[in-house]
């Protein structure tokens, strides 16, 4: 690990305003960057500790949503009654990822810039355009089973790891930010994440020095809330494919998928055939899919995970 300095900010606007110095970053449950400074492949030179800037309560909105502020813990989260009871879908999407331990550390913030589990950008010794911009991209004819069957390019097949990222899509949730210079601005999750296109390593549509200050959700849509994962262990390990959805009794619907595209993919064109059943959904949500011969297994198993799901909000 190589050598940095630390400062723990006071507020929101002077943690931004201290990320404007050159190689800074934000720490928060430090569970994903802390890990990724041992390897290298993060090096900042300055941590900005955001844990006494007041950003840990989840409040109620005005409309009736609920404001979740970025530094509460994926456990606080998960394990909140308004949660639990009306945004059932994002409670179980993080209670599936990671270990009790690290849900206590994680933050709603740190999830959303979640980095990917690529094994390549994990490998510095590889060619990687996320991590090192213009050096290739070894996962492209490379072992790609775990990676993207849709949304990449042919800079980068890395996929988004979150689980609670694919709810907070389903939910049409908002990330509110805050600038250096104050400013504020709300960006739909629909917006937050960005295709790799020719700049992989641009991966959200944060500007620099801009802080994550809290996620909001709106009023509750009832529903049947329910979020399957499939995996190659029962626990501790990242999606090879998961289905977010929020079923109604009239079988209409929205879904997201995780483990499949660079961002939590969500195609709401294909959301008015879901009372036709999951492979009319299917038909829609991976129409543009390109897989390699090492994932192609993931385009049949997202069908059958959403006929799962489906079955299981008809029966529940």
């Given at each position: ?101 690290l849900r206590n550390k994680a ?33 492209i004819g490379g072992y790609s ?172």
């Amino acid at each position: 690990m190589k050598p940095f300095t630390y400062e723990r900010a006071k507020d929101a606007v002077s943690a931004a305003r201290a990320a404007t110095k050159p190689g800074a970053k934000f720490l928060a449950g430090g569970t994903n960057l802390l890990d990724l400074m041992k390897i290298e492949v993060e090096t900042p030179t300055l941590l900005i500790d955001i844990q006494d800037t007041g950003l840990d309560k989840i409040e109620k909105t005005q409309d009736g949503g609920l404001r979740i502020g970025a530094f509460v813990s994926n456990t606080a989260l998960a394990a909140d009654e308004r949660v639990r009871r009306d945004y059932g879908v994002l409670s179980r999407a993080i209670v599936a990822g990671a270990s009790g331990q690290l849900r206590n550390k994680a933050t709603t913030a740190g999830n959303l810039l979640q980095r990917t589990r690529c094994p390549y950008f994990y490998d510095t010794n590889m060619a990687c355009n996320k991590r090192k911009p213009g050096s290739g991209c070894s996962a492209i004819g490379g072992y790609s089973r775990q990676l993207a069957v849709i949304g990449s390019s042919s800079d980068c097949i890395a996929t988004n790891p979150s689980d609670m990222n694919v709810a907070m899509r389903v939910l049409d949730a908002v990330v509110e930010t805050v600038n250096p210079q104050g400013q504020t601005r709300a960006i739909p999750i629909a917006d937050f994440h960005r295709l790799p296109g020719n700049t992989p390593h641009i991966e959200t549509a944060l500007q620099p020095g801009e802080l994550i200050t809290a996620v909001t959700l709106p009023r509750p849509i009832g529903g049947t809330h329910i979020y399957e994962k499939v995996r190659d262990r029962a626990s501790y390990a990242f999606a090879l494919v998961s289905v977010a959805a929020v079923i109604q009794k009239d079988g209409s619907g929205r879904v997201a998928v995780g483990g499949i595209a660079p961002k939590p993919w969500r195609v709401e064109a294909g959301e008015a055939a879901m009372p036709q059943g999951a492979k009319a959904v299917t038909a829609t949500l991976l129409a543009d899919a390109r897989p390699t011969e090492d994932n192609a297994y993931k385009l049949p198993l997202v069908e059958r995970t959403l006929a799962a799901t489906i079955n299981q909000a008809r029966t529940a």
